[in-house]
C-alpha cells in the first residue's frame, strides 16, 4: 500500500496561514507560498558573480533537501492540490466567497503545528544563539572531538592526533570556564583564558612541528600506522569544528561577545590544523612523513598573530574602547545581506507573470504590500526572519530591477516592463528546488542565523 503524504512540510504551512489570516483566497495563499521561497537564503538560485565556496553550499543545501525529502509521497503538489487533499481530510472548507478557511478540527490541528513551531523557535533562540548556549554546547563538542581523536590517535599510533586530542582536552576545559564566565558574568576573565590559550596552541604547534621535522631529517621519525583512519577522523573533525567556527563567530558578532569571537578564532585554526593532519597523512600514504609539521608551522604562525590581535582588543576593551567587531567576518555574510534583494527581484518576476503588472507604478505597491513587516508568512513570522523593516521602493527600484534586465529575464520598452521567456524558465525552476521541500531542524537554524542582528536583542 502507498504510504500517505505526512502533514509535515508545505500541508502545515497552508494550514498555520489559515489559522492566522485565513480565509484566504487560493490565490493569497500561493502568494504567501512564494514569499516564503524567495526569502529561504541558502536555497537561492547561485549567480555567477558568487564566490565558489558560496555556489558550493547553496547546491548542497539544495541536494539535501532532495536526498532527504525526495520520496514521491511527500512531493508538493500545486497550492489547489495540497488544499483539496485537506479538504479529505476534514480540516479545510472552501467557503462561498472561494476562500478556504479551517473547520473547528483544523483549527485544533492547525494550532499544534503553530505551538509546535513556536516551540522550535524558541529553542533555537535560547538553546541554541544564545552566548551562555552557544558555549555551553561548544563544551559538549570540544568534549567530543577530544574522545574521538584522543581513541583514534591511541589506537593509529598517530602522534599527530594524539596532540590533536591532547589540545582539544585543554580546549574542553577552556570552554567550561568560558560557560562559567558568561554565565556568572565574568567574561574578560573567560576572553583573555581563551587567547592564553591560543598563545600556548601556537607555541605548543610551533615545537612539535619543528621537532617533527628535525626527527624526520634525522631518520628517527617514526612512520604513521592507519592513515586510512586519520583522514576519517579528521574529515569528522572537520565538519565539527567548521560548524563551531561558524556558530561561535556569528553569536559572537550578533551579541559584540569578544569571548566567543575568540573562540572561533580558535577553531578556525582547528581547521586548518584538520586539514594540515589530513595531507599530512595522505603523504605518508606514500612514505613522505614531514610535510603536515611544515604547514603545522605556518598554522601556528597564523595562530599568534590572532592570539595578538585578540588580545590587542581585549584590553582595547577592557579600557572602556567600543570595538567593532565587523571586521571579524564571516562565509556567506554577502549572501546574507543581498537576500533580501533577491528576494525583492523574486517578487517583481512572479507578479509580473501572475497578475501581469508592468509599471512601476503597479509593481511598487505590490512590494510594499508583500514585504511588510507585518505581513504573516508561516515559519519565517515566528523564527522573526522575514524582513524587519519598510524599504524605499520607489526610490531603489531602478537598482531592483536593472539585474534582471542584465540577465535577461525581463524587458523595457518604453515605461513598462515585460517578462522574457528566459525570465518564465527562470521562475519556474525556481520554484521547482521546493517540490520536496520540509522545514526541519537544521532549517530552522540557518533561517534564525538569516535575520537581522537587531531582532536579538528584541
Same mark, same amino acid.
Given at each position: 500500500?502507498?504510504?500517505?503524504k ?25 502568494e ?18 558568487h ?19 525526495g520520496?514521491?509521497n511527500k ?16 480540516w479545510?472548507e ?8 479551517l473547520?473547528?478540527e483544523?483549527?485544533k490541528?492547525a494550532?499544534i ?11 533555537v533562540?535560547?538553546?541554541l544563539?544564545?552566548?551562555?548556549a552557544?558555549a ?10 577530544a ?11 598517530s ?14 576545559v ?17 576572553? $583573555?583564558?581563551?587567547? %592564553? *590559550?591560543? #598563545?600556548?596552541?601556537s607555541?605548543?604547534i610551533?615545537s @612539535?612541528?619543528? /621537532? ?17 583512519l ?6 569528522v ?19 559584540a561577545?569578544?569571548?566567543l569571537?575568540a ?7 582547528h581547521v586548518f590544523i ?22 603545522? $608551522?605556518?598554522?601556528? %604562525? *597564523?595562530? #599568534?598573530?590572532?592570539?595578538?590581535g585578540?588580545?590587542? @582588543?581585549?584590553? /582595547? ?15 556567506l555574510?554577502k ?14 518576476l512572479y ?9 512601476p ?7 510594499h504590500?508583500?514585504?511588510h ?19 524605499d ?11 534582471l ?7 523595457q ?11 518564465r ?29 537587531k531582532?536579538?536583542?528584541?
Amino acid at each position: 500500500m502507498k504510504a500517505e503524504k505526512p502533514i509535515l512540510g508545505y500541508d502545515q504551512f497552508l494550514m498555520m496561514a489559515l489559522l492566522k489570516e485565513g480565509p484566504l483566497s487560493l490565490e493569497e495563499l500561493w502568494e504567501k507560498s512564494i514569499l516564503f521561497i524567495s526569502l529561504i537564503w541558502y536555497q537561492q538560485l547561485p549567480e555567477k558573480s558568487h564566490p565558489l565556496m558560496e555556489k558550493l553550499f547553496f547546491k548542497l543545501a539544495r541536494l539535501r533537501s532532495r536526498l532527504e525529502d525526495g520520496r514521491e509521497n511527500k512531493k508538493i503538489q500545486a497550492t489547489n492540490v495540497e488544499c483539496e487533499k485537506l479538504i479529505k481530510k476534514g480540516w479545510v472548507e472552501l467557503n462561498k466567497d472561494n476562500k478556504y478557511e479551517l473547520n473547528e478540527e483544523g483549527q485544533k490541528k492547525a494550532k499544534i503545528y503553530t505551538k509546535n513551531m513556536e516551540r522550535e523557535a524558541s529553542t533555537v533562540k535560547n538553546g541554541l544563539l544564545k552566548p551562555s548556549a552557544t558555549a555551553r554546547n561548544t563544551t559538549f563538542l570540544d568534549f567530543f572531538l577530544a574522545i574521538l581523536k584522543l581513541g583514534a590517535g591511541f589506537l593509529s599510533g598517530s602522534v599527530g592526533l594524539i596532540s590533536d586530542g591532547v589540545d582539544n582536552t585543554m580546549d574542553t576545559v577552556s570552554a567550561f570556564l568560558v560557560w562559567l564566565g558568561i554565565k556568572y558574568q565574568r567574561e574578560n576573565l573567560a576572553t $583573555f583564558l581563551v587567547i %592564553v *590559550g591560543l #598563545f600556548g596552541a601556537s607555541y605548543a604547534i610551533g615545537s @612539535e612541528s619543528f /621537532s617533527h621535522v628535525l626527527r624526520a631529517m634525522n631518520g628517527t621519525l617514526e612512520p604513521l600506522t592507519m592513515p586510512y583512519l586519520v583522514i576519517a577522523v579528521e574529515g569528522v573533525v572537520l565538519l565539527v569544528v567548521g560548524f563551531l567556527f561558524y556558530y561561535q563567530r556569528y553569536v559572537g558578532r550578533a551579541f559584540a561577545n569578544l569571548t566567543l569571537i575568540a573562540q572561533s578564532v580558535d577553531n578556525k585554526n582547528h581547521v586548518f590544523i584538520a586539514i594540515s593532519v589530513i595531507v599530512g597523512a595522505v603523504f605518508a600514504i606514500y612514505g613522505i612523513y614531514f610535510v603536515d609539521a611544515i604547514i603545522g $608551522f605556518i598554522i601556528a %604562525v *597564523g595562530i #599568534f598573530v590572532d592570539a595578538v590581535g585578540l588580545l590587542r @582588543e581585549a584590553i /582595547s576593551s577592557r579600557k572602556g574602547k567600543k570595538e567593532d567587531y565587523s571586521q571579524y567576518k564571516l562565509p556567506l555574510e554577502k549572501c546574507w545581506q543581498e537576500n533580501k534583494l533577491v528576494a525583492f527581484r523574486n517578487w517583481i518576476l512572479y507578479v509580473m507573470w501572475a497578475e501581469n503588472l508592468k509599471t512601476p507604478e503597479e509593481i511598487v505597491p505590490s512590494l510594499h504590500k508583500a514585504f511588510h513587516p507585518k505581513n504573516y508568512i508561516p515559519v519565517l513570522s515566528e523564527l522573526n526572519a522575514t524582513c524587519s523593516e519598510s524599504y524605499d521602493f520607489e526610490g531603489n527600484f531602478k537598482g531592483l530591477i536593472e539585474p534582471l534586465m542584465e540577465q535577461k529575464l525581463l524587458v523595457q520598452k518604453d515605461e513598462e516592463y515585460n517578462l522574457t521567456e528566459r525570465g518564465r524558465k527562470h521562475l519556474e525552476t525556481f520554484i521547482s528546488n521546493f517540490s520536496y521541500y520540509d522545514v526541519h531542524l537544521s532549517d530552522t537554524i540557518l533561517l534564525a542565523m538569516a535575520k537581522d542582528v537587531k531582532k536579538y536583542h528584541q
